[in-house]
DNA sequence: CATTCTCGAAAACGGTCGTTCTCCTACGGT
DNA sequence: ACCGTAGGAGAACGACCGTTTTCGAGAATG
């Protein structure tokens, strides 16, 4: 009879897939090696995912999720919508500090499987569009323009890839910086028109 | 005897890989592919490039010479550093409209063989600190802070991957307005700092 | 105790990939 | 005309991957 454990047994291979997927790329990953990482027999591996897409979708999902709820959880606990914004670089910060950083995971995958697979493209897309609304509520908080959401885009998506491609986490402070201006300058101009 | 192309087969082979390895992704391609694509036959192909790893890295590096020449042209046709500085934005908005388009070639192998290749990761690297060695001249030039030079790094890079993620060139104006934005004020602070 | 069922370990299968090898054609030199 | 060679087309090879199947050990049931 089935234990306990089957929700068990999914987030065991979810935790080892996305380990896998995110550190050494999608390809580069065979299911064996995530049977070897999880210790879940192969057998119950395709009872639970039945193919490799689903579970590259399941690890994309998850992750996708877990994201964006840390990142609110981290920038929320700041009083003004201004000082959020900026949070979200420190946040960027630590994210980019942590062993085994490898930037982006949508991005990376977009690039890797983004023209092949319709699904993996749809994901990375929806990804980067809620972290965009994530922005533009806090920028809509801070009675600013709205391009500036645009702007702020721009910068976080920017210090992900230097920062995974140059090995440091400096490209989140640079970001921190540049906000800072592109707010001020935003605010100054919501001034000017009044 | 060995007629006079064997430069002209190198060509035809590189032009195959670049637009199957940045279409599809490097893992996504087989040699077999490249041989239909360049019509140059299995034997030859490894008698010009012994390994699909050496054809990868030939791949990268006549990129990134050709991609960094084609912005340095366009560029620099422009008379002031700060006008040099925009057209780079200029720049990026027509690479985004190119059909075909599909993010930074360098971003995109990164992310899927980085972990794996140390080659590809060090040409990546190298790519990105040409790219911001060139911005920092620019910078120099136009007598503004050399922090700017990582800011505009940011805008560029993030306008690059939201292009090819989103599948609109927009990011490339927004980028455009950040930067202009950010020049006047590292401008301003030179300004006051003396 | 005998039987059935469950489940994990690993072999097996079909396909693909990078790479090499075979064969056949066609041509150059004598 | 003959032979030697170069070169192309594609078969072949070994490795690996995603997926399925086999097999045997052990628990549950009567």
Redesign the interface.
Known sequence: MSEVEPERTEQRILDAAEELFY???I??VGMDAIRTASGVPLKRLYQTFPSKDTLVEAYLRRRDARWLRDLAQYSDTYDSPEQRILAVFDWLFLWFSEQGF???G???????????SQTV?DI??AH?DAFRRYLADLVAAADAPA?LT??L??????????A????TP??AR??K??AR??L??AHAEVVTAA
Chains 1, 2 share one sequence.
Not at 106 to 116: D, R, V
Not at 153 to 162: I, R
Not at 164 to 167: D, K, L, N, P, Q
Request: aromatic share 6%; net charge neutral.
């Open positions: 550190g050494r790329g390809q580069s490898r930037g982006c949508f991005i990376n995958s977009f690039g890797e499987l983004g023209a092949t493209a990375a897309k980067k391009w645009d702007q885009v721009l910068l976080a998506e920017g210090a992900m890839t230097t995974a491609i140059s090995g400096e490209p640079h970001a910086d540049a201006t592109l001020r300058a």
